[in-house]
């Protein structure tokens, strides 16, 4: 089974930079799809950015400019760098995967959240 394991959340000022992990871990015959979506207090959980095995990234259009994500198959880790925070990015981050446990079976797995708070 497939765990995806984030970190690097914390509390920063705004315009400040902050870059999340997530790991994957486990046993499976690949991990297509990455990406990263967020949930605001109140709000519905949204696609942030994603990436997918050939390196095409997509963003949603709040974040082009500021976020960048990538990703490191060797390690089977994504990552999202953050720069010029705003209180708006405030948010508890999921990293999500679409996994092949094997060659026949697909799956999506999400991590367990990390938060990033934008504040002064």
């Known amino acids: 089974q497939v765990q995806l394991v984030e970190s690097g959340g914390g509390l920063v000022q705004p315009g400040g930079s902050l870059r999340l992990s997530c790991a994957a871990s486990?046993?499976?015959?690949?991990?297509?799809?990455m990406a990263w979506y967020r949930q605001a207090p109140g709000k519905q959980r949204e696609l942030v950015a994603g990436?997918?095995?050939?390196?095409?990234?997509h963003y949603v259009d709040s974040v082009k400019g500021r976020f960048t994500v990538s990703r490191d198959n060797a390690k089977n880790t994504v990552y999202l760098q953050m720069n010029s925070l705003k209180p708006e990015d405030t948010a508890v981050y999921y990293c999500?995967?679409?996994?092949?446990?094997?060659?026949?079976?697909?799956?999506?797995?999400w991590g367990q959240g990390t938060l990033v708070t934008v504040s002064s």
């Open positions: 990436v997918i095995n050939s390196g095409t990234t």
């Open positions: 486990g046993s499976f015959f690949s991990i297509n799809d």
């Open positions: 999500n995967a679409q996994v092949q446990p094997d060659r026949f079976s697909f799956d999506e797995v």
